[in-house]
């Protein structure tokens, strides 16, 4: 949750006019700052747009699609921080399976458990952070394992590009974490698994058995 609400009077200014949004919000002073002017934009383009709206419905899409962009400026203004690079050689050569991840608790957690079973399982590792992604043909790899939360209801932009100009996708496996850990990307036709999570370090070992079955389903298909 980004604030915490003010209790009803204190959302009002002296002269019983609401506050503005980010006051009655208590947000961080930088964060403040950047709602103000998300929210600033937002007014502006509703009030631009509303004239040559013929009715109120089309409006309010208009209305919702730009609210929708103004939740996707966090990730483009303070993404997530990518995971450290790492990577380890199992001997006789074994598939190597590329770990591309954002950098929280909960998902170095992850990445870790998938480290110890995968050298218990005679696989060699590489890790990278998801912007390193930019440099990736999945095919190079037995299977790619891709950990980015979901943001405004969406991938995060770099593995949507990621994505986008594979020619091979069916060793890539998304585990992407949301607040409910339900949210799953639409496959549209690609060959893809997703896996869904919440972010709960108590769910760790349970993603991790899902995820490493999907990539031996993966490289026996490649064998």
Same mark, same amino acid.
């Given at each position: 949750?980004?604030?915490?609400?003010?209790?009803?009077?204190?959302?009002?200014?002296?002269?019983?006019?609401?506050?503005?949004?980010?006051?009655?919000?208590?947000?961080?002073?930088?964060?403040?700052?950047?709602?103000?002017?998300?929210?600033?934009?937002?007014?502006?383009?509703?009030?631009?747009?509303?004239?040559?709206?013929?009715?109120?419905?089309?409006?309010?899409?208009?209305? &919702?699609? +730009?609210?929708?962009?103004?939740?996707?400026?966090?990730?483009?203004?303070?993404? /997530?921080?990518?995971?450290?690079?790492?990577?380890?050689? &199992?001997?006789?050569?074994?598939?190597?399976?590329?770990?591309?991840?954002?950098?929280?608790?909960?998902?170095?957690?992850? &990445?870790?458990? +998938?480290?110890?079973?995968?050298?218990? !399982?005679?696989?060699? /590792?590489?890790?990278?952070?998801?912007?390193?992604?930019?440099?990736? !043909?999945?095919?190079?790899?037995?299977?790619?394992?891709?950990?980015?939360?979901?943001?405004?209801?969406?991938?995060?932009?770099?593995?949507?590009?990621?994505?986008?100009? /594979?020619?091979?996708?069916?060793?890539?496996?998304?585990?992407?974490?949301?607040g409910s850990g339900a949210w799953l990307p639409e496959k549209g036709g690609k060959?893809?698994?997703? &896996?869904?999570?919440?972010?709960?370090?108590?769910?760790?070992?349970?993603?991790?058995?899902?995820?490493?079955?999907?990539?031996?389903?993966?490289?026996?298909?490649?064998?």
């Amino acid at each position: 949750m980004i604030g915490k609400m003010i209790p009803e009077p204190q959302n009002r200014r002296a002269d019983g006019k609401l506050k503005p949004l980010t006051a009655v919000l208590k947000f961080p002073a930088a964060s403040a700052i950047f709602a103000e002017r998300v929210l600033s934009r937002l007014r502006a383009s509703f009030n631009r747009l509303r004239p040559h709206c013929r009715s109120m419905s089309a409006f309010r899409l208009i209305a &919702v699609l +730009l609210l929708l962009q103004g939740c996707a400026a966090p990730q483009r203004f303070w993404p /997530q921080k990518d995971i450290a690079g790492s990577e380890t050689s &199992v001997p006789g050569g074994g598939p190597v399976v590329l770990i591309a991840s954002r950098d929280t608790d909960f998902k170095k957690s992850v &990445v870790t458990k +998938l480290h110890e079973q995968l050298a218990v !399982e005679g696989f060699s /590792q590489k890790t990278i952070g998801i912007k390193a992604l930019s440099n990736v !043909e999945a095919s190079d790899y037995g299977a790619v394992v891709v950990i980015s939360p979901c943001l405004a209801w969406g991938l995060d932009d770099d593995v949507r590009t990621f994505l986008a100009r /594979q020619r091979t996708d069916q060793n890539i496996i998304l585990l992407t974490t949301s607040g409910s850990g339900a949210w799953l990307p639409e496959k549209g036709g690609k060959g893809f698994d997703a &896996v869904s999570a919440a972010s709960e370090m108590t769910d760790a070992d349970t993603v991790v058995r899902k995820v490493m079955t999907i990539v031996h389903s993966r490289v026996r298909e490649l064998k």
